[in-house]
């Protein structure tokens, strides 16, 4: 089962401005650069922690050789397993670590070339050729999975010992880690079986960088020998990546503020690389988002290209970062736009029946977002939820302090407020000349409705305030208009956890049409 990753963000989740001004005060987007000097004394200290390991790998292999050739294939294969491990972690970011200062003596000469163009920094985007990047580090992933299951099978084997022989109920808790290896490992098989079908792709860009507030346009060549009828779905999101943390609590998760996407045809194609398809791409980037910036390794807004379809045996995926920049033509309004050349042969799939009404009676117009209308992610977030505060009673098990499942408590009170409201909480919107109400229930219970006067509307907003991995779900916000005396505009959200973003586009134009707000 997968457990969604949810995360919101806050009510006024319009989009940031931040690095656009950057640019507007001079300040660098380009992510920091190390010099020569410091590059060399942190891969070298990386290089002497690693060496350790590479000596524990090699010690291990000889005594793993040594006690084959004696017979005894017990110690010989624990032998081995301690040279894989440790000699594959040494000599693998060893061969890491001479890659990695060839990568960035190289992108920091181009750096030096071009200080204030980030985007001619890195090889792919100069060239305008963009390579897929869920293909890279492909086979290290399953390397990575190949140790971790070797290191957690025998772990398994082991608790499945200890529950035997003694019943002891909180060792069956170590099965967590071969249970995780198989997660891993399958995920790596998907990778590996998508990468040796599909190869490498490439993204061909018409220009970089790609200025905020106009046009993105190129094609993707993709060894897909034949299209597939339904073609190929195509998304461009705008998403912050954020890191906190340091050591071992440090995680990195991201956050998608703007996505648009499209269904497209594909082309074939045959070239000197043999039968492919070739994906047509064109997006306009809204003017008021925020461009590429990479000056703060913690806090980074980055732009990318998604492409996928359904391909019978494994589903065709690719992923591409694109440089997307705030610069002086984005000052400009951008040029009137023909139609585009790309014009889908493919119909848009029919969206699965939505469970949000919408009628009209002497009222106004009634919109109506019933509880449970996402249950698959309701139904995971709940089993993470149920895992969460099973980990209490571990905690107390254990003979934990206090803190710790009080803490655990209060974030797990928090969880499910979040699943019940998910579950049971449904909201009914009446819109009409006069303005706008909306009635919450939860259980059934009606809590007291808030209206906004029609006069006092500024606008309405559709922000992405919810996200279960990279899925986004949107949001309905409607602004207060400023009034003298008040302090605060003030906002009211008339619904969460929309999927679709066509149909959260569609209710808004039915608010806007029974408000006779214009466009």
């Known amino acids: 089962m997968a457990i969604p990753a949810l995360s919101s ?6 989009t940031s401005p931040t690095s656009n001004e950057n640019v507007r005060s001079g300040k660098s987007v380009a992510p920091p650069l190390p010099t020569g000097k410091q590059l060399g004394w942190g891969l070298g200290a990386l290089g002497v922690f690693l060496l350790p390991f590479c000596a524990v790998g090699v010690g291990a292999g000889y005594s793993a050789v040594r006690n084959a050739l004696a017979g005894n ?3 010989a294969g624990f032998s081995a397993l301690f040279a894989v491990v440790f000699g594959g972690v040494g000599f693998g970011l060893l061969a890491g670590v001479v890659y990695g200062r060839r990568q960035l003596s190289s992108l920091i000469a181009r750096a030096q070339v071009h200080p204030d163009e980030p985007w001619l920094w890195r090889e792919d985007w100069a060239a305008k050729h963009v390579r897929d990047a869920s293909q890279s580090g492909t086979w290290v992933i ?11 099978i025998p772990v398994g084997i082991a608790v499945f010992r200890e529950v035997h022989a003694k019943g002891s109920a909180v060792a069956l808790l170590g099965l967590l880690f071969p249970l995780a290896g198989v997660a891993i490992a399958v995920s790596a098989v998907r990778r590996i079986l998508q990468y040796r079908r599909f190869g490498t792709s490439y993204l061909d860009l018409e220009r970089v960088p790609i200025p905020v507030g106009h046009r993105l346009v190129g094609t993707v060549r993709a060894n897909v020998a034949t299209p597939p009828a339904d073609g190929f779905r195509v998304v461009l999101s705008q998403f912050d990546r954020v890191t906190v943390g340091s050591g071992e609590d440090r995680s990195t998760s991201e956050h998608t503020r703007w996505q648009e996407e499209r269904r497209v045809p594909g082309a074939p194609v045959r070239d000197y690389r043999g039968a492919g398809t070739i994906i047509p791409i064109e997006f306009d980037v809204p003017a008021d988002a925020r461009g590429t910036d990479e000056s703060q390794p913690g806090n980074q807004a980055l732009w990318r290209v998604s492409v996928s379809a359904s391909i019978p045996g494994v589903d065709y995926e690719s992923q591409f970062e694109v440089p997307v920049y705030y610069t002086q033509e984005s000052t ?3 040029p009137r736009q023909a139609a585009e050349r790309f014009t889908s042969a493919v119909p848009e799939q029919p969206a699965a029946p939505s469970p949000i009404t919408v009628t009209r009676d002497a009222e106004g117009t009634a919109i109506v977002f ?12 709940g089993a993470f939820t149920l895992l969460w505060t099973a980990t209490i009673w571990l905690q107390r098990y254990l003979g934990a302090p206090l803190f710790f499942p009080l803490v655990t408590g209060l974030v797990a009170l928090f969880l499910w407020w979040i699943v019940l409201a998910m579950a049971f909480g449904s909201s009914r919107v009446i819109v009409n000349g ?3 109400t909306v009635t919450r229930r939860f259980l059934g219970i009606s809590r007291r409705p808030r209206s906004i006067a029609a006069a006092d509307i500024d606008g309405i907003e559709m922000p992405i305030q919810m996200q279960a991995g990279s899925t986004p779900y949107y949001s309905i916000l409607v602004r ?5 005396g008040r302090s605060l505009a003030g906002s009211l959200t008339l619904a969460f956890g929309i999927r679709d973003k066509r149909e959260t586009e569609r209710l808004v134009a039915a608010i806007n049409e029974a408000l006779g707000r214009r466009l």
């Open 370 to 381: 019933p509880a449970f209308r996402n249950p698959s992610v309701t139904l995971s977030f």
């Open 332 to 334: 400009r309004p951008a």
């Open 9 to 14: 963000t806050p009510s006024d989740a319009r």
């Open 434 to 436: 006069d303005g706008l």
């Open 73 to 75: 294939w017990k110690q």
């Open 142 to 152: 399953g390397i990575g999975a190949a140790v971790w299951n070797l290191i957690a």
């Open 480 to 484: 207060r208009r400023p009034a003298p």
